[in-house]
């Protein structure tokens, strides 16, 4: 029960916070979160996609996880950034859908 949990959980938030970016108006501490949240969320993917041997999606989670990597940010205009978010919120919550029909949970 409680992995069924965990991985309904881990790509909600990611999606929800990407999709909120799209709003103006967020403090940068907003968006200093989301470059955590959403970096640890692609690494953990990542990690997990490869164990699955899903070797393109754990590529793209790692390209996922650099982008948004709160260490180094790569600074980028403001528009560039909202279409980056919700081509990320999207692929965050079709991942999320596929993995739950494909596992059964």
């Known amino acids: 029960m409680r992995e069924r949990t965990d991985k309904h959980f881990l790509f909600v938030i990611p999606a929800i916070m990407l999709f909120g970016a799209l709003a103006d108006g967020w403090p940068y501490g907003y968006f200093q ?3 955590w949240v959403t970096c640890a969320s692609a690494v953990f993917y990542m990690f997990r996609s490869y164990e699955k041997e899903q070797s393109i999606t754990a590529y793209v989670f790692g390209g996922i996880a650099i ?39």
């Open 33 to 35: 979160i989301l470059r």
């Open 67 to 105: 982008l948004f990597n709160p260490l180094l940010p790569i600074h980028l205009t403001r528009d560039i950034w909202k279409i980056i978010d919700g081509v990320t919120a999207i692929f965050f919550i079709g991942y999320g859908v596929f993995y739950c029909r494909t596992r059964g949970g």
